[in-house]
């Protein structure tokens, strides 16, 4: 069974340019979740997708960060126009949706380091 | 507010030496605990979690969790390190909003 992937691994862009990153969820799992670590510090909830739904967008730092996530399946995470802030690995995560959340196990993806410069 | 804490930043321990990652929490009602580790340039990986029942869970690579209420608490542990269980260890909490709440992650050095 693939695991969740990432993609780019990595992207350096400079400050008020646009990167859009790309998650595809285990196959199957209805809840996909994006989640931003930056430099040394804990990993911070951003979003949370139910199929093609939006559960939860309460970690979405602003409007700068658009999330969709197109049929239920792979989502993508814009970043439009990108600050200095915005740099940090961001990781995307899927699962099942059989189980109450916050219950069930989220399988991750290796993340893409964001370097904005 | 919320939080996980894990108060080391990095722990360096002998290879066969027992291990342990602390962790601590500050979550409203019956927490879900959870335990991942991150090697290099890969994802993070589930580890084990507690959500109910024993106190102590047996999770992968031979790593346990003890869920301590009293002094809200959950602990990793390993009775003999090795050198491949050197990573970045995370511990993460469910809140209310079933949110995970993660902890800042504990580097584990473990020396041959």
């Known amino acids: 069974e693939a695991g969740v992937t990432q993609f780019p691994s990595h992207s350096v862009i400079e400050k008020g340019q646009t990167v859009t990153l790309r998650c595809d969820p285990i196959s199957g799992h209805d809840n996909l979740y994006w989640y931003r670590r930056v430099m040394g510090k804990e990993i911070k909830f951003l979003l949370h997708f139910v199929k093609e739904s939006k559960q939860d967008e309460s970690g979405m730092p602003n409007n700068r960060f658009l999330a969709e996530r197109t049929g239920g399946t792979y989502s993508t995470l814009k970043v439009q126009p990108a600050e200095l802030e915005d740099s940090g690995v961001y990781f995307c995560?899927?699962?099942?949706?059989?189980?109450?959340?916050?219950?069930?196990?989220?399988?991750f993806g290796p993340g893409t380091r964001l370097l904005v410069l | 507010a919320q939080s996980v804490a894990q108060p080391e930043d990095q722990v360096n321990v002998a290879e066969g030496n027992p291990l342990t990652v602390k962790c601590t929490y500050s979550v409203s009602g019956n927490p879900y605990l959870f335990w991942y580790v991150q090697y290099p340039n890969r994802g993070l990986q589930f580890l084990l979690k507690?959500?109910?029942?024993d106190n102590l869970v047996k999770g992968s690579y031979g790593f346990e969790a003890e869920f301590n209420k009293s002094q809200t608490s959950f602990h990793l542990k390993k009775p003999s390190a090795l050198v491949s269980d050197s990573a970045l260890y995370f511990c993460a909490a469910c809140d209310s909003n079933y949110q995970l709440i993660w902890g800042a992650g504990t580097k584990l050095i473990i020396k041959p």
């Open positions: 507690y959500i109910t029942g």
């Open positions: 995560a899927s699962s099942q949706g059989t189980r109450r959340v916050g219950q069930e196990t989220q399988y």
